[in-house]
């Protein structure tokens, strides 16, 4: 993303397991889909290869 004003809003996340202190866990962020300004991105973070949690974005350009 450019650099510009933004505002980015969690519209729904969920934890599928718990994780804890020292755990390592990678995120892998998708951009879905694009509509005028709105960009919506699903985030997935694992850890061992697993799903932990799940999100979805919505950033939003205040530039337009």
Not at 21 to 48: M, Q, S
């Amino acid at each position: 993303l450019s650099i510009r004003r933004q505002r980015q809003m969690c519209i729904r996340d969920r934890y599928k397991v718990p994780i804890r202190k020292g755990d390592t866990v990678i995120a892998h962020a998708e951009i879905v889909k694009v509509r005028g300004n709105k960009i919506f991105i699903w985030v997935k973070t694992l850890r061992e290869g697993k799903e932990v949690f799940r999100a979805k974005f919505i950033v939003v350009s205040l530039d337009q």
